[in-house]
């Protein structure tokens, strides 16, 4: 195995950047003391727009690093979404760092690296490079759980997350070195190949199942989800807006890349699992958020039953369902960033508020925050012609078209049930007594919830060209 | 198989690491239970050297009882757990541990007997390894680490720093009344700065 050196890492430049600016950003945290929080944090988003420009102007592909590594269109379209998360929440943090002391400039540099590691785990190519990313990935994720360590909540959610995601890690490696030994290898074209030719092995279909659950936990996907709530509920605002968005998307790309690169021949087989794995996911998700009262904790709900969703077009195993997994992990991000901006600008009395009962009469205190909302929670619930409908309705097609009829109809039934508490918010915001105005929300919030809501509102007039380019990032595969 | 003076020193290192073993769980005091914990290791190292693989032998020194023992070590004397309470009546489930250990052993008999390499790897493992006086396990691994595996140790260290950074923004804590060395004032005292004279008169104080 050897490799050219230059050419990889002209393929690797983002992640380059990233790292190295990391580095750098720590470096001028240190030294330029306590109030560097600002100047660390606006380089940082300027460091993952720059990525965001560079993997637009200059779309390189192939494999570098002797197979470990690999830029494709597929992977290039994550590495946006989860660049544009990333970069999204960190001005979300902003205003919260000013107003709740919340000001570490480790924040942005931890950020960056976990970013960096959801880059890696999108372009990687190999199980080695899967398992390295996916930890530098999670470790930067549960420092950031409990970085308001004097909170018992807050460390009590990282500690929480720590736990189980080792739990979750050595399930993974344990899959990993079952489908090594039967394999024979660790990059992913060269397991497909093997398990191409010949019969499929029992214990094969063990180290799928361990790899499988190992990836499930990154999702939060039911039975792995047991951790999403407390610690979307402990951590921090930001941080949790931080999780529901970019994670979820580098977690769904390495799985859509696993099961479609490196388990491709033995579909039958996944494709159970992940059947199981949505419908469990969407029914969980539909029915446990009914009794919430803390809006962070009905997010954490609705983002398991949205993975079930997207998981939906996963099963289908075709070109159709990968790009309604893409279209939906996009529209997802758009809705998820939008409900977090207003989650951050529920202030009242200098303090955040999180309860639902705290937005009564919203609509008539600040209207153009409530309707935007609502738009939101239409668009969460599926109601078309918003982009919500839409993501289902891709998701959806392309389970019916894969003969999954009943599959479908699940879904359908436990969105009907989901609907309900997205409903139950706009009740409350239009027809309840209202309980005092919030603080003026902050210019960067509201400017990622205007944005956020013309998203979901207009997006059925630019979803063709969206479409076109979910389907070349879907083609990698096939 | 072993033969000759290999199998001698095989069952001598074995039978310590076992009985070391043994000791480790029924020692009193639990500094002794250490200390019997890093005899296992360098027992098992001793292990490791007799089948070649002499860097994991040196790397099971220096982290096992470079830094693991050596931690257990501060843990037993810094922190006041009384293990004497804790270990009360543990060779009582003795039969248990022993029943399930006895299960565990079959089982790996079981299935490592049924255990058959595919005709590739079968080529593999029979292909002669060379003698360490030839080429080493070190040079070896080094020689793959830093050019094939590049990417994969830059990753490595990349987690190692995300752990450092994690340890001091979870840990670090700056008191405020504590009083900090700076060497730079204190190299650029003159006896200009430091030293002030006065004129005391005689029977009164400054």
């Keep these: 195995m050897t490799f050219d050196l230059t050419s990889s890492l002209i393929l690797s430049v ?54 470990a590594f690999i830029n494709d269109p597929f992977a290039r379209f994550m590495k946006l979404l989860t660049l544009v998360g990333a970069a999204v929440t960190l001005i979300m943090s902003v205003g919260f760092a000013k107003a709740e002391r919340f000001d570490k400039f480790e924040y942005p540099v931890l950020i960056m690296l976990s970013t960096l590691g959801m880059m890696l785990m999108i372009s990687a190519n190999d199980m080695l490079s899967l398992y390295m990313g996916l930890e530098l990935q999670s470790l930067a994720l549960y420092v950031v759980a409990a970085i308001n360590r004097d909170s018992l909540r807050a460390t009590e959610a990282g500690l929480k997350y720590f736990v ?32 191409s030719g010949g019969e499929r092995q029992l214990g094969l279909v063990f180290g799928l199942v361990f ?31 931080f999780f529901a968005a970019a994670p979820k998307m580098a977690a769904m790309a390495l799985l859509v890349r696993v099961v479609m690169g490196a388990f491709e021949p033995i579909a039958f087989d996944w494709q159970q699992i992940i059947v199981f794995i949505s419908i469990a996911s969407m029914l969980l998700g539909a ?33 159709e369902g990968v790009r309604g997994v893409v279209i939906y992990m996009l529209i997802y991000l758009a809705m998820t960033l939008g409900t977090f901006a207003f989650i951050l600008a529920m202030r009242r009395n200098e303090t955040n508020v999180e309860q639902i009962d705290d937005l009564a009469g919203l609509s008539a205190t600040n209207p153009m925050m409530a309707t935007i909302m609502t738009i939101l929670m239409f668009s969460l619930a599926g109601i078309p012609p918003l982009a919500g409908f ?38 409350v915001m239009w027809f309840d007594e209202s309980v005092g105005a919030f603080q003026p929300m902050a210019g960067e919030l509201r400017f990622v919830l205007g944005l956020s809501g013309a998203f979901v509102l207009f997006y059925v007039f630019f979803g063709g060209p969206v479409g076109r380019l979910a389907e070349a990032a879907a083609m990698t595969f096939f | 198989m072993l033969t000759g003076l290999g199998a001698i020193f095989f069952y001598l290192f074995a039978f310590i690491a076992v009985a070391a073993a043994f000791m480790v769980i029924s020692a009193r005091n639990p500094v002794h239970s250490v200390l019997y914990l890093i005899v296992t290791f360098f027992n098992a190292a001793a292990l490791f050297l ?60 079981v299935v490592l007997g049924g255990y058959a390499f595919s005709p590739e790897i079968a080529a593999e493992v029979a292909k002669p390894t060379p003698a360490i006086a030839e080429r080493q396990n070190t040079a070896a691994l080094g020689d793959i680490l830093y050019t094939d595996y590049i990417f994969f140790f830059q990753i490595a260290g990349l987690v190692l720093l995300v752990a450092m950074i994690g340890a001091i923004v979870l840990t670090l804590r700056h008191k405020e009344n504590v009083k900090r060395q700076s060497v730079p004032a204190q190299v650029a005292r003159d006896p200009a700065t430091a030293i002030e004279i006065r004129n005391v008169e005689t029977g009164e104080g400054i």
């Design chain 1, 287 to 319: 029915f446990a958020a009914i009794g919430q009262r803390n809006i962070k904790r009905l997010m954490a709900y609705s983002s398991i039953s949205h993975m079930g969703y997207a998981l939906v077009g996963l099963s289908a195993n075709s070109p």
């Design chain 1, 14 to 67: 983002p992640e380059l950047a990233l790292a190295l600016s990391a580095m750098a950003l720590l470096m001028v945290g240190v030294f330029s003391g306590e109030r560097a929080n600002t100047t660390v944090t606006g380089l940082s988003v300027a460091v993952l727009l720059a990525a965001i420009v560079w993997i637009v102007v200059f779309p390189a592909q192939g494999e570098a690093f002797g197979g």
């Design chain 1, 164 to 195: 189980l995601g080792a739990l979750s890690s050595g399930m993974l490696l344990y899959g990993i070195t079952l489908v090594y030994g039967f394999t024979g290898n660790t990059g992913f074209e060269a397991i497909a190949a093997a398990l």
């Design chain 1, 211 to 241: 790899v499988l659950a190992g990836l499930a936990f990154k999702i939060s996907a039911v039975p792995f989800h047991m951790w999403t709530p407390d610690v979307y509920e402990g951590a921090p605002t930001p941080v949790t807006a």
């Design chain 1, 390 to 427: 839409w993501a289902k309705w891709y998701v959806f097609l392309a389970a019916i078209n894969a003969q999954l009829y009943w599959l479908a109809v699940i879904g359908v039934l436990a969105s009907v049930v989901g609907a309900y508490y997205y409903l139950r918010i706009i009740k």
């Design chain 2, 50 to 109: 007799l089948t070649g693989a002499e860097f994991l032998a040196m790397i099971m020194l220096i982290v096992y009882v470079g830094a693991v023992a050596v931690l257990f070590l501060f843990v037993v004397m810094m922190l006041d757990v009384d293990f004497a309470e804790l270990k009360q009546g543990a060779l009582q489930y003795a039969p248990i541990g022993a029943t399930v250990g006895i299960i565990l052993a079959v089982e790996l008999v």
